[in-house]
């Protein structure tokens, strides 16, 4: 297995806030969903995997668009019913206007391209659908 770092720190900020940073200087509030200005966990693995879509689909949607062409992604989840604690499914929905693309067998054609380059491409997708160990260390 290849070993790639690019570490993500989370330090305790506050009362169940925390702040996500890496070393590119970016940086991300954590907290429970009552707390104004901070996502959740669960809202980031959302955003991770909107996120991910969005950046393995541009080239494709903006070569047939335009590179103006406004795209937003939507990610909603569903709990598991036996375990609340645990997404069972994870919806992206697409915020685009292919009107502008042929006709419909050409639109058809980009959307399978689309899906297809996500499905193989999308690392954050494919950890989640994969179940991508976690490893935890703890001092003593």
Request: charged share 25%; hydrophobic share 35%; aromatic share 2%.
């Amino acid at each position: 297995m290849r070993t790639v770092s690019t570490p993500v720190t989370v330090t305790r900020t506050g009362s169940s806030t925390f702040t996500a940073s890496n070393d590119r200087g970016g940086r991300v509030t954590i907290a429970h969903e009552d707390a104004e200005d901070g996502f959740t966990p669960g809202e980031l693995l959302l955003a991770a995997i909107a996120g991910c879509a969005q950046l393995t689909s541009e080239n494709l949607l903006t070569r047939r668009l335009g590179q103006r062409a406004p795209v937003t992604v939507h990610a909603d989840r569903e709990l598991d019913e036996r375990d609340p604690d645990r997404f069972g499914s994870v919806r992206l929905s697409f915020d685009v206007d292919l009107s502008g693309v042929g006709d419909v067998t050409e639109r058809a054609k980009l959307v399978e391209a689309v899906e297809r380059a996500i499905a193989r491409k999308c690392t954050v997708s494919r950890s989640v659908e994969h179940g991508t160990p976690v490893e935890i260390s703890l001092p003593g």
